[in-house]
């Protein structure tokens, strides 16, 4: 066996990942390709697939900006034959750019932290939307290092690590699946949002109004995701801070999360609007932001931001309800609701479950996932922590946590096995943001993604003042050793940027070393 052609070294050529090189050879006879990587001391197999062919195209990822890499280069055939390029191939990762995100690693504790890389967006928050669309999905290494980055130019929601090592992710009303290098391997859109536009080339439509805020990849392969519906409801309360006083007939958005096939096709829909109390209402129920989405009149009643699967069960995130709901993908049941039993009336309160002593409802939350020990994990951004009519307090003292929680479907209890709220750390995260838990150390990621203040003061005001992310990594426990500290935060005097992170998934193979 030889080689025929190769083997080259060359940057990738899809810009919106320029931490990333590209090596090519071909052989003789059918081969798999062996390559090693090599930068700063740091070494690493870059990934293939393994499957024998002739030609062979090599994503190399995991380097960090301004460095240079080593890459030698190898084939193997069936008979466990194998020849080497004569020498190793060089790369020169390129900077960062000036308008990367500002971001400051303050605590990194390698060896105590998960093996891998976290990926996150860094998004404009809304107090920054008027400024041109800025949008990147990053990975940081072990030690705190920026290793990949996606540049999109728009609001990145949800961001997932595919069963096939691939990446998805959602965007305004299209869900996205990318390789390593960027290139867009499938592409779904709703067409509801995309019925007045020309839709991506080369995607496929789903019957469905919208794709926001969640995605999910499911052990059939299909896909979940967030959509909505508008209806008109009749006896809605005119005003949050009154629910039980005078109603209107309002135009109400309601959540649909839809599951559907990689051919577009429709499997099942849950709506939220048939499931829950369409007439109840928590603090943000009337919200405007399907109205600044471009759907006049609305009131965002669910503000649905997270989902989970737990096999024969979807586990969503309702914030403007206050609660986390399990929903059973088979019969589309309601199974539970786990959250302040405030406001509900039969039959829904024959859903909720009863809490174990010293239980802390969460409020507003987002990012429901399942640990490894089979509890439901989620990020408590705290809004308000009231149900109305009971009076909304102060921003100043409001706080967030992360929390996890073990249910019980049999006895319908669920009970608080560990949280990190404000007597560890008093941050608060007003929207976005995440908790996750680790599989290998048992260490929790928290991503504080809106860390809003007016004049220096905690606030739930995004359109006003600053916003910066926050994302830290700590150990089991309580309080739990933090071993990561990462905050993306412009310090600049004058009208700084906002920015904001909508949650962190970990992904354990990246081929880092």
């Avoid at 592409?187 to 080369?202: C, H, L, N």
């Amino acid at each position: 066996m030889i080689f025929t052609s190769g083997p080259t070294i060359s940057a990738n050529p899809n810009p919106r990942v320029p931490l990333a090189a590209v090596v090519e050879f071909e052989t003789d006879a059918v081969s798999r390709a062996v390559v090693e990587v090599s930068c700063g001391g740091r070494a690493w197999w870059a990934r293939t697939d393994g499957i024998p062919r002739t030609r062979h195209r090599v994503a190399l990822v995991g380097m960090r900006p301004g460095e240079t890499c080593t890459a030698r280069v190898a084939a193997e055939d069936a008979g466990g034959n194998r020849i080497e390029a004569p020498a190793p191939l060089a790369f020169a990762a390129p900077p960062l750019p000036d308008e990367f995100p500002p971001f400051e690693v303050t605590i990194c504790a390698p060896e105590k932290r998960e093996p891998g890389v976290m990926l996150f967006n860094i998004r404009h928050s809304p107090a920054s939307e008027h400024l041109p669309d800025f949008g990147v999905v990053v990975a940081v290494d072990r030690e705190g290092e920026v290793v990949w980055y996606y540049r999109i130019d728009e609001a990145v929601g949800d961001v997932r690590r595919l069963a096939n090592g691939n990446i998805l992710y959602v965007a305004d009303g299209r869900v996205c699946e990318i390789d390593l290098l960027g290139d867009t391997v499938a592409e779904w859109y709703a067409e509801g949002r995309w019925k007045d536009r020309i839709p991506p080339a080369g995607a496929t439509p789903v019957a469905t109004g919208m794709f926001h805020h969640a995605v999910i990849e499911l052990p059939s392969g299909n896909i979940a995701v967030c959509s909505m519906e508008i209806r008109d409801i009749e006896g809605f309360p005119l005003s949050e801070e009154e629910p039980h006083g005078d109603t209107e007939t309002a135009c109400v958005v309601g959540d649909v999360i839809v599951e559907f096939a990689r051919d577009g096709s429709v499997v099942q829909e849950y709506r939220l609007l048939d499931m829950l109390d369409p007439r109840r209402v928590c603090y943000g129920s009337r919200a405007a932001y399907w109205v600044r989405r471009g759907y006049p009149g609305t009131c965002d009643w669910s503000h649905t931001n997270g989902l989970a699967c737990d096999g024969e069960g979807i586990v969503a995130s309702v914030r403007h309800q206050d609660c986390l709901i399990r929903i059973d993908r088979e019969s589309g049941a309601l199974d539970w609701i786990l959250g302040t039993p405030a406001n509900w009336r039969p039959p829904w309160s024959d859903r909720l479950l009863r809490p174990a002593d010293g239980l802390e409802w969460p409020f507003h939350q987002h990012d429901c996932s399942l640990t490894p020990a089979g509890t439901v994990m989620c990020f408590d951004n705290g809004n308000h922590r009231v149900t109305p009519p009971d009076a909304k307090p102060d921003d100043a003292g409001c706080y967030s946590r992360a929390v996890e929680f073990a249910i019980d479907r049999e006895t319908r209890t669920v009970r608080e096995v560990w949280s990190r709220g404000p007597e560890h750390d008093r941050t608060y995260s007003t929207f976005q943001s995440g908790a996750y838990r680790l599989p290998r150390t048992g260490n929790t990621f928290i991503d504080y993604g809106g860390v809003c203040t007016v004049d220096g003061v905690p606030s739930g005001q995004v359109y006003a003042g600053h916003c910066k992310a926050r994302l830290i990594e700590v150990m089991p426990g309580s309080p739990g050793e933090t071993v990561f500290e990462m905050i993306v935060n412009d310090r600049s005097e004058e009208s700084p940027v906002a920015w904001s992170s909508f949650r962190a998934e970990h992904f354990p193979d990246f081929g880092t070393g």
